[in-house]
């Protein structure tokens, strides 16, 4: 079983509003991730980190940003929400920080931005 | 840049039929992932294969990696209604980095 958690599950807001999508895992994970997925459509990652005080960007180019301030809990941000950025956010960690480990997803933002 | 190729895009079946899945690439992988995603919750990791040539069964999954490690197949025998989701493959590449995604599978498997 997954223990990782991402609040809110659905989000609807205004242009403009700031916004922060909450991910938090209790399994001692180093290496978190976020994903953006349009429904049903493929992942894009945006953004993961290696640990504490580790932030990457992902290989789609995003206006969010991400903190890693504990292991745990790895959030994300938009200053300002467009009508563009609504999409399923998908937070998920993996026990190695190599390649191939398996990925513990969350069950997923779904932001509509108005 | 390493690239997964899925096939076909969407599959619509009816229960009890046989179906495969397919995940290509000209580039090869240490190890290749097939995740499934229900609908409103995240993917969840049915198998990994490491081995050119591995066979993984699942009930009645079975998972295969090709003797290159450069693509992947799901084969499901007798699909039932909770089949239908999305699958997704994804590779481990060979040198260090992400897991690489294709663009998934959406199955639909009608009573």
């Known amino acids: 079983e997954a223990d990782i958690y991402q609040t809110p599950r659905y989000l609807v807001i205004g242009t403009g509003k700031k916004i922060t999508l909450e991910c938090s895992q209790t399994m001692g994970h180093d290496k978190m991730y976020w994903y953006q997925q349009d429904p049903g459509m493929e992942l894009h990652l945006i953004h993961y980190?290696?640990?504490?005080?580790?932030?990457e960007k992902g290989d789609l180019s995003s206006e969010s940003t991400v903190s890693r301030i504990r292991t745990e809990h790895f959030p994300l941000t938009l200053e300002s929400a467009r009508p563009s950025h609504t999409s399923q956010y998908l937070c998920a960690s993996s026990e190695f920080t190599g390649t191939g480990g398996k990925l513990f997803f969350g069950s997923g933002t779904q932001l509509s931005v108005l | 840049t390493q690239l997964l190729e899925q096939s076909p895009q969407f599959l619509s079946i009816q229960e009890g039929e046989n179906l495969t899945v397919y995940c290509n690439s000209s580039s090869v992988f240490s190890s290749l992932q097939w995740y499934r995603q229900e609908p409103g919750e995240g993917p969840v990791l049915l198998v990994t294969v490491v081995t050119g040539g591995e066979v993984k069964k699942l009930k009645r999954l079975t998972f295969q990696f090709g003797d290159a490690r450069k693509d992947s197949s799901l084969h499901i025998t007798a699909a039932q209604p909770g089949d239908t989701g999305l699958y997704l493959c994804?590779?481990?590449?060979?040198?260090?980095?992400?897991?690489?995604f294709g663009k998934g599978t959406k199955l639909s498997v009608k009573p």
């Open positions: 994804a590779g481990g590449p060979r040198s260090q980095g992400n897991l690489i």
């Open positions: 980190s290696y640990g504490v005080n580790s932030t």
